[in-house]
């Protein structure tokens, strides 16, 4: 049972697999990269481990290294219950909501499972480490190739420089207003709200006391407010654009993310090239 459940766990985690790496990059101790890959070794582990138990392939060893990533999960969520952090704690991603306290009770059960299993026959069949180099494979490419982790298969990102030139001059305080950020995001695109959570909290990491980000969006005020809610963006500066003006300026890429100085672009970047380091430095330069 204890192999079901690490098995269920990896899978509910790789669907909203983005989420949970936010979840990680959100606790202010990593980097977006080393949180995407702290993410993708967690998934590797739970579903190698949960593999092995449910089939007895080396299970005396899995169930000791089960026990030992229990015990750190379970340090982790004694931690979010103490500091106050009482949403989803994404032990089962998106799909199955659990606050700390409910997944402690899910890590007793769990315990109980894998104690059950401790003495477990292994099997003694000659080819067993070659099936295990199958599962630790099978378990890679789960994990880090079926879904590229964040910085991998970037790609160039562009936009209209005249369209852009005549949003300026609509918005002159774009012009005027030295280094700004400027989000295009559409309030039912998936990929925007990734971007808003991930710009969102690089902004926080960086303790600045000036939110530089000037919002443009498509979308009506009710479905702004309900994307605000998702992202937890709290936003300073923000207009509405007509659709069609608005996928003029971007070539149809949501969401796009410029970094400009008086007006003036120097960097753009979308979900899937967003790079921290470079906000960073644009803004603190």
Known sequence: ?????????????????????????????????????????????????????????????????????????????????????????????????????????????????????????????????????????????????????????????GYSSDDFEQLVSQHPELKAGGKQILAFVSTGCKHCKMAARKLDITLRHARLQDDPVHWFVIGDSVRFRKFLEETEVDPHRYDFLPASFFLKITNGTLPLILLTEDGNVSKVMSNATFNENDIVEFVKE
């Open 1 to 157: 049972m204890a192999g079901v459940i690490f098995i269920v766990s990896a899978v509910l985690k790789f669907l909203s697999v983005d989420s949970f790496e936010l979840f990680i990059y959100g606790l202010d101790w990593f980097s977006l990269a080393m949180s995407s890959f702290l993410g993708r070794a967690l998934l590797f582990a739970e579903i190698s481990l949960g593999i092995c138990l449910l089939t007895g392939l080396y299970g005396r060893l899995a169930s000791r290294l089960s026990a030992i990533l229990l015990l750190l999960f379970t340090a982790f969520l004694v931690y979010l219950a103490v500091t106050g952090q009482g949403d989803n704690c994404h032990c089962f991603g998106e799909f199955v909501e659990m606050n700390p306290l409910e997944s402690l009770g899910k890590n007793v059960l769990l315990g109980v499972f894998i104690f059950l299993g401790w003495n477990l026959e292994d099997w003694r069949a000659d080819w067993r480490p070659a099936l295990l180099a199958v599962v630790l494979v099978g378990a890679l490419v789960f994990a880090f190739v079926l879904k590229a982790p964040y910085g991998f298969g970037k790609k160039n990102v």
